[in-house]
T-cell receptor, first 115, second 115 residues
Framework: AQSVTQPDIHITVSEGASLELRCNYSYGATPYLFWYVQSPGQGLQLLLKYFSGDTLVQGIKGFEAEFKRSQSSFNLRKPSVHWSDAAEYFCAVGGYSGGYQKVTFGTGTKLQVIP | DTGVSQDPRHKITKRGQNVTFRCDPISEHNRLYWYRQTLGQGPEFLTYFQNEAQLEKSRLLSDRFSAERPKGSFSTLEIQRTEQGDSAMYLC?????????????FGSGTQLSVL
C-alpha cells in the first residue's frame, strides 16, 4: 500500500529565510510524487511533480524538490520565503491504476511566515 | 479556463438529513474526481468518473453516498442520512487525460458541518 509521511505539522519561518518541508513515502514501484499547496478557502494547486529523469524538480513560485530513492524522500525547498507562501503544503504519492491518477496525500504541513 | 466550481461553499445540516453538492469541472475535462478532506488530514480519494461513467469507488464511499455525472459534465455528490462523521471538506477535481502528464485541477471545496 502506498503512503506518505509529513513529519512536521506546523513550521514557522521568517520572511526571506530558506524553507525545507519534509516528505517520506512508501510505494511498491517507482513512485510518482507531487507537492500541492492549499491556501485558506482555495483548492489545491500543483506546485511540482516527479515522474522520472532528473531527481531535482523545479516547480512554480520558485519551489523545487529533490527525489532521493535511497531515503524514500521528496523534500520541498525554497531559497527565500515570501509572506504569500503562508499556506498548507501536501506531499502526495501515486501512480496510474486502471488508467487514472491514483494519489495518496500526506497529512500536510502548515507554513507560517513571520515578518 | 474558468476553473473548477463547487457549490455550495458551506453547508450546515442536522444529523439524519440528506445533502447534495455540485461540481462543475473545467469544460473540456472529461475526468472528474471527488475527494474528502477531514480536519488535520490530507484529501482522501472517494470516486472517479470518465465522462459519465463512474469507474472507481473507494471503500470510504458507504451506501449512504452516491455520485453521478449524468451527461459527462457537472457532477453531484449526495449523502443520505448524514452523520457527524461526515463533517469534512468535499473536494472536486477535473482533468484531461494526458498519461503521466495528467494534471488535476481542484475546486475550492464544499465544507460540510453535520450538527
Amino acid at each position: 500500500a502506498q503512503s506518505v509521511t509529513q513529519p512536521d505539522i506546523h513550521i514557522t519561518v521568517s520572511e526571506g529565510a530558506s524553507l525545507e518541508l519534509r516528505c517520506n513515502y512508501s510505494y511498491g514501484a517507482t513512485p510518482y510524487l507531487f507537492w500541492y499547496v492549499q491556501s485558506p478557502g482555495q483548492g489545491l494547486q500543483l506546485l511540482l511533480k516527479y515522474f522520472s529523469g532528473d531527481t531535482l524538480v523545479q516547480g512554480i513560485k520558485g519551489f523545487e524538490a529533490e527525489f532521493k530513492r535511497s531515503q524514500s524522500s521528496f523534500n520541498l525547498r525554497k531559497p527565500s520565503v515570501h509572506w504569500s507562501d503562508a499556506a498548507e503544503y501536501f506531499c502526495a504519492v501515486g501512480g496510474y491504476s486502471g488508467g487514472y491518477q491514483k494519489v495518496t496525500f500526506g497529512t500536510g504541513t502548515k507554513l507560517q511566515v513571520i515578518p | 479556463d474558468t476553473g473548477v466550481s463547487q457549490d455550495p461553499r458551506h453547508k450546515i445540516t442536522k444529523r439524519g438529513q440528506n445533502v447534495t453538492f455540485r461540481c462543475d469541472p473545467i469544460s473540456e475535462h472529461n475526468r472528474l474526481y471527488w475527494y474528502r478532506q477531514t480536519l488535520g488530514q490530507g484529501p482522501e480519494f472517494l470516486t472517479y468518473f470518465q465522462n459519465e461513467a463512474q469507474l472507481e469507488k473507494s471503500r470510504l464511499l458507504s451506501d449512504r453516498f452516491s455520485a453521478e455525472r449524468p451527461k459527462g459534465s457537472f457532477s453531484t455528490l449526495e449523502i443520505q442520512r448524514t452523520e457527524q462523521g461526515d463533517s469534512a471538506m468535499y473536494l472536486c477535481a477535473s482533468s484531461f487525460p494526458r498519461g503521466v502528464n495528467e494534471k488535476l485541477f481542484f475546486g475550492s471545496g464544499t465544507q460540510l458541518s453535520v450538527l
